[in-house]
């Protein structure tokens, strides 16, 4: 018998190798086409919510505001990664719909918070390039700022740099027309798209996010520290405000106030909270600051 399976190893080997890749593509594929079709229901169904992470500033610890980050708690695999679903949703379109159901909601949460804060809180909304790209998404963004009555200053749009890929030029006339409406962009996970420093003087933004991957990364790697820092400086000689993802311990955070990074966000800060976790975080700051 060992002979036998001996002579025909390679053969053998071969045929396995391409069966064992072929099985565990079939079941990637299974599970996309599954949170594909699940994704059809899920917002009427009502599995899908917003939860929110503040930013605050790194010097005063005060409030900046929250991102609103998408979450898919769907029936049979549970709570699914937004690295994920987003991903899926933008391959089949569906991100259009999605993406819109986030700016409204998140458009109907800043009014409901800044009528009640004191202070004025930005939202920061994460935006895909497919959406930005898609027709009348300008128009759409005028119309939840009108229908909610915000302030479009206190509203942030967060895009990456895949932005920019493919027509240079249309994306930076859409980001354009964002601006006329009020509304501020910000660069999200900078440093690990084609980055390079000197094209960022060429984009109509107003905030730079450093990745968490580069923040992370800081402690351990001097080059990583000293890229930072020249990054904060250089945004700042462009009158970019420079956000800090990822901060999640006290060393991080000190070192961002030692580059001057303006805000920071992180789990050492809080973790993404529901609406109604939120509201006591807002309680508790507000007291500390009394
Ligand atoms: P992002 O926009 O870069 O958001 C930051 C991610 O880092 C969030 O993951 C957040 O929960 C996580 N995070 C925050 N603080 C820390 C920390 O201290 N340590 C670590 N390790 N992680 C931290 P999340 O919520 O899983 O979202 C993942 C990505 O999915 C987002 O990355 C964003 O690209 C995308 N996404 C989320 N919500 C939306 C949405 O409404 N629309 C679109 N188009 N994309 C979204
Ligand atoms: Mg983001
Ligand atoms: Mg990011
Ligand atoms: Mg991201």
């Known amino acids: 018998q060992h002979a036998d399976t001996a002579t025909s190893t390679s053969k053998k080997e071969g045929s396995n190798k391409y069966t064992f ?10 599970r ?12 009427e169904n009502q599995e899908m919510s917003l939860c929110y ?49 986030v700016l409204s909601k998140a458009c109907e949460k800043l009014a409901e918070f800044n009528d009640h804060q004191p202070h004025k809180l930005t939202m920061s909304v994460n935006v895909s390039t497919l959406q930005l790209r ?15 009555k915000i ?4 509203l942030e749009l967060e895009m990456t740099e895949s932005v920019f890929i493919h027509s240079f030029d249309e994306a930076v006339t859409i980001l354009n027309e964002l601006r006329e409406i009020g509304v501020k ?22 905030t730079l ?49 030692r580059y001057e990074c303006d805000m920071v966000q992180g789990y050492h800060i809080s973790h993404p ?7 006591k975080y807002f309680e508790k700051k507000n007291d500390e600051n009394s």
């Open 21 to 30: 890749f072929h099985e565990s593509m079939k079941l990637d594929l299974r």
């Open 32 to 43: 996309k086409m599954d949170l594909e079709k699940g994704m059809r229901r899920a917002l």
């Open 53 to 101: 992470q503040p930013q605050v500033f790194a010097k005063t610890a005060e409030n900046r505001g929250v991102e609103a980050l998408l979450r898919w708690h769907h029936p049979v695999f549970g709570s699914v990664s937004p690295y994920e679903f987003i991903q899926v949703a933008e391959e089949s379109g569906q991100i259009l719909a999605i993406g819109e159901w």
């Open 134 to 148: 898609s027709r009348g998404f300008v128009e759409m963004v005028k119309k939840y700022v009108k229908k909610h």
């Open 151 to 154: 302030n479009p200053s206190f």
């Open 185 to 206: 962009i910000s660069l999200d996970d900078f440093g690990t798209g084609f980055s390079s420093l000197s094209y960022l003087r060429h984009l109509p933004i107003n």
């Open 209 to 257: 996010k450093i990745d968490k991957a580069f923040v992370q990364g800081m402690e351990t790697d001097k080059d990583t520290e000293i890229m930072i820092d020249s990054v904060i400086t250089m945004a700042h000689n462009m009158n970019l405000d420079v956000i800090a993802e990822g901060v999640e311990n006290e060393w991080q955070l000190q070192a961002m106030k």
């Open 273 to 279: 909270l529901t609406e109604e976790m939120l509201g």
